[in-house]
């Protein structure tokens, strides 16, 4: 028997909640893609520094995910628990993102690497206070299983859509080349013009989620209990003992740090090992956006009538095996070479099947850790929504940014060229670029999905769990 959904979300809704993710599309993109490459190749800092900056970066980010997650849990006002958070964090993480674009270099290179320090963390602090509250809306707009992954569907579409938006315009038009730089991402102000545009999407997209979302805010669930802040802890940590968190929990880690690695090398491989130009790679992130169309219609219907957990561990497989194979094959000389006018068509095919794959996988584990709230619910007695969320976001940026950081390492360890054209590092040194890429991404995918098959919510199980929390909802 299924359990009974008070109130309908329509598509309207679904959209403009979707749209919310725009923003951090955005941000993402920025710090997992160009972040390392702007700030070693362009400024001109070390990249184990960079790298290392990232790392700490992120764990500082990190500890503020469960406390903003919490304390929307638990926030009370006339705008309910989210929305305050989510209006107010538009403006200024718009105006930090544009400052990680302008750093000032005549300092030196200690003063630059503080200034990214400090921007960076307010920059992610103030997504993680629209971020997190804006995805602990889904378990609140409904209860059943399935539309939930419908939900987050449209989410991760859109946030697809929009790091991807911003990435092809990058290449384009703001990193087009001109007389005096022949490769436009060397060009600094190229990403000044690419911070100002990223900042403006940011603060629209927050603004219109917010707006577009409002007039759920009278069927939104309301704090559970008045909890003063000496409880704050004590609840968290209650919270996050869940079994079936503590296994998302784990598997998040583990693939964080392979995404992190794939993420910060992407673009050296795209650069230097395929030797693709911008435009090139500006036309081959194009097809991700079929990627994110078939992931949205896609990921809903494959679990319709199957358990979440056992369709995200076959996709997470698949994915593990499928991302690095174009390498493999390079490495064991039988693909195609850079001047082949093969290279690029295969290179779309392979992303755009993996980049399904992936988005897919995500959209999945969502829906897993939307489930987690009756679960915690029916013993602890409160709705951990933004908690749960928060701690999945926690183990992707700490672990994501010791991948960065590890790259930071690979890159001086093989001795890795700064400030050069494609076409002029030896092949030796993208030789071992891949030896030491593949067997690590297969290896922390692979441990991922052996920790994430011990997941055990299942359809039925979930059924129950909402039963048990509307019955002693109703005797309270």
Wanted: one cysteine or more; charged letters at 15%.
């Amino acid at each position: 028997m299924k359990a009974e959904v008070s109130h309908k979300i329509s598509l309207r809704t679904k959209i403009f909640y979707g749209v919310g993710a725009i923003a951090n599309g955005v941000n993402s993109n920025a710090f997992n893609y160009f972040m390392l490459f702007f700030y070693s190749q362009v400024v001109g800092v070390e990249g184990a520094l960079i790298g290392l900056a990232m790392l700490v970066m992120m764990m500082a980010d990190a500890v503020s995910d469960p406390i903003i997650g919490h304390l929307s849990d638990n926030w009370r006002s006339k705008m309910g628990r989210r929305h305050p958070f989510m209006y107010f964090s538009a403006v200024p993480v718009a105006i930090c993102f544009y400052l990680l674009f302008v750093p000032p270099t005549e300092y030196g290179q200690s003063v630059t690497i503080a200034y990214f320090l400090v921007v960076a963390i307010a920059t992610r602090t103030f997504i993680t206070m629209f971020e997190i509250p804006s995805s602990s809306l889904v378990p609140e707009f409904t209860d059943d299983y399935d539309e939930r992954t419908s939900i987050l569907s449209f989410r991760y579409f859109f946030g697809w859509w929009g790091g991807l938006t911003i990435a092809v315009l990058a290449y384009k038009i703001f990193f087009a080349s001109t007389d005096e730089f022949l490769d436009g991402r060397l060009n600094p102000e190229s990403w000044v013009n690419y911070g100002i545009f990223g900042a403006s999407i940011i603060f629209i997209s927050i603004l219109a989620s917010s707006l577009g979302t409002h007039s759920e805010i009278p069927h939104l669930k309301k704090a559970t209990e008045a909890r003063d802040f000496k409880h704050i802890f004590g609840d968290m940590f209650e919270s996050l003992s869940n079994r079936s968190f503590l296994i998302i929990f784990a598997s998040a880690v583990v693939g964080a740090m392979a995404s992190g690695i794939n993420a910060a090398l992407v673009l050296y491989f795209n650069t230097y090992f395929w030797e693709l130009t911008s435009s090139e790679i500006g036309t081959l992130n194009f097809v991700y956006y079929f990627s994110a169309v078939t992931a949205l219609f896609l990921a809903p219907r494959v679990t319709r009538r199957r358990e979440k957990q056992h369709v995200a561990v076959i996709v997470y497989l698949v994915a593990a095996l499928l991302l690095p194979l174009p390498i493999i094959l390079r490495l064991l000389g039988v693909f195609v070479s850079n001047d082949s006018e093969w290279l690029l068509p295969l290179l779309m095919l392979h992303g755009y099947l993996d980049v399904t794959i992936f988005i897919m996988a995500t959209i999945l584990i969502a829906s897993m850790i939307a489930d987690i709230v009756e679960d915690s619910q029916k013993t602890t007695g409160r709705r951990s929504e933004g908690l749960f969320f928060a701690g999945q976001s926690f183990a992707q940026k700490v672990v994501h940014g010791f991948g960065i950081f590890a790259t930071g390492i690979i890159l001086s360890i093989i001795n890795f060229p700064k400030d050069v054209a494609p076409g002029e590092v030896p092949q030796e040194i993208l030789n071992n670029l891949g030896y030491i890429y593949v067997p690590l991404v297969i290896a922390f995918y692979c441990g991922a999905v052996l920790i994430l098959s011990r997941y055990k919510i299942t359809r039925a199980i979930h059924t129950a769990n909402v039963e048990q929390v509307s019955k002693e909802a109703k005797k309270a």
